[in-house]
T-cell receptor
């Protein structure tokens, strides 16, 4: 079983508030990811990191930002939440390097964000 | 960019029936993965495939990495109610941002008891 944790699991917050979704993994994985997913819909990559001090934007444009100061920690921040940010946010990690070809992602349980 | 076509989009089957779903890609992948997601949870890895032609089983699940490296299928035999969920295929390409996984749009499986 994968050791990747997300908090909070559920968050209901008002428009304009700043929120941070936490993601931590204890597997020592170099690569970490954030996906955004509406219920029952496809996964959209919004941020990824290949290691400490490395962050890149994903395929779907997002107003959120991320940081990677420690290997095990990859928080996502929204400076000013809006109703359009309502979604599920999934964090994932992987042990593979770019060329190893063994890219299994291990996902956290997700953070369900509702912005009123 | 790379795209994955996953089909069918949804399935409604009777308990005990076999299920088959597949993914096709516009380009070559070096890894195919199959995930299952229950409502409100994160996806869980079911099967990982690394070689063209590879056939791998996990209990009632069987998946294959296509010879052309552009497709993969997942079969579920003798479905049971707990098989309900969304199944995602994912493929990994070569190098740079293409080293990130590309996900299909999912197959939603419903099982009638």
């Amino acid at each position: 079983e994968a050791d990747i944790y997300q908090t909070p699991r559920y968050l209901v917050i008002g428009t304009g508030k700043k929120i941070t979704l936490e993601c931590s993994q204890t597997m020592g994985h170099d690569k970490m990811y954030w996906y955004q997913q509406d219920p029952g819909m496809e996964l959209h990559l919004i941020h990824y990191s290949y290691g400490v001090n490395s962050t890149e934007k994903g395929d779907l444009s997002s107003e959120s930002t991320v940081s990677r100061i420690r290997t095990e920690h990859f928080p996502l921040t929204l400076e000013s939440a809006r109703p359009s940010h309502t979604s599920q946010y999934l964090c994932a990690s992987s042990a593979s390097t770019l060329w190893e070809g063994r890219g299994e992602l291990f996902f956290g349980e997700g953070s369900r964000l509702t912005v009123l | 960019g790379q795209q994955l076509n996953q089909s069918p989009q949804s399935m409604f089957i009777q308990e005990g029936e076999d299920v088959s779903m597949n993914c096709t890609s516009s380009s070559i992948f070096n890894t195919w993965l199959w995930y299952k997601q229950d409502p409100g949870e994160g996806p869980v890895l079911l099967i990982a495939l690394y070689k063209a032609g590879e056939l791998t089983s996990n209990g009632r699940l069987t998946a294959q990495f296509g010879i052309t490296r552009k497709d993969s299928f997942l079969n579920i035999s003798a479905s049971i109610p707990s098989d309900v969920g969304i199944y995602f295929c994912a493929g990994q390409g070569y190098g740079g941002s293409q080293g990130n996984l590309i996900f299909g749009k999912g197959t939603k499986l419903s099982v009638k008891p």
